[in-house]
Nanobody, 115 residues
């Protein structure tokens, strides 16, 4: 089993920055993929960014150049640095981990971008 705990959400003005963090716990080693999804009200949950254990990254087109995903394999953590935030980035952000072919999710953290 993998438990994921997120932190770092909140309210920020347009153009501002936030950093989300997620820690995976449990009897785990070498999580294949870690990353972030988000879900806005009335919309489906979509990929924001993910990173493999080897460091390969993938980003949604809407966040390229603004968001950066990083991870610490030794600590089983994944972070999402979000810059130049826009109102359309408002959503619940979920940490995600793919471990032994099974997907695990955090409880979600709210990010609100508003003036």
């Amino acid at each position: 089993q993998v438990q994921l705990a997120e932190s770092g959400g909140g309210l920020v003005q347009p153009g501002g920055s936030l950093r989300l963090s997620c820690t995976a716990s449990g009897s785990i080693s070498n999580i294949a993929v870690m990353g972030w999804y988000r879900q806005a009200p009335g919309k489906q949950r979509d990929l924001v960014a993910h990173i493999t254990s080897g460091g390969s990254t993938n980003y949604a087109n809407s966040v390229k150049g603004r968001f950066t995903v990083s991870r610490d394999n030794a600590k089983n953590t994944v972070d999402l640095q979000m810059n130049s935030l826009r109102p359309e980035d408002t959503a619940v952000y979920y940490c995600y981990a793919l471990y032994r072919l099974k997907a695990y999710w955090g409880q979600g953290t709210q990010v609100t971008v508003s003036s």
